[in-house]
């Protein structure tokens, strides 16, 4: 399966100081902003989602259709297809995508340690 591009989403108490931790470390703002609750924050091809009040744990995200700069990739697999597989291997999804539509679509899952795992496509 190709998933995609990969980041974190952190759930932070305070953005501004989580960002200015993070710049600290050799990120730079990529997407998002600070009256929107969310920062994506980018080093190399390292991203970091930082969230402020949009959840209450941290999250693995995937999205397939993206490289780490949000390009769109010419040879990814769809989300509904990624679906596909992982109910054929009896992995237990939190919420699904809509089989029948195509485009942006998101999967919710739950690893073995309680991590909760996004994998979320935009195009």
Sequence with gaps: MKLG??????NVKDLKT??????NLGFSVFAGSLDMNYLIMKNGNALIGLFQGMFENNI???????DESANTLKDYDDVRSIQQTLKGKNVTLNSEADENTTGPASILLTDPDGNTILIDQHV
């Design 5 to 10: 591009a990969f980041s974190i989403s952190l």
């Design 18 to 23: 989580s960002q200015s931790f993070y710049e």
């Design 60 to 66: 693995l995200t995937f999205n397939p259709g993206w």
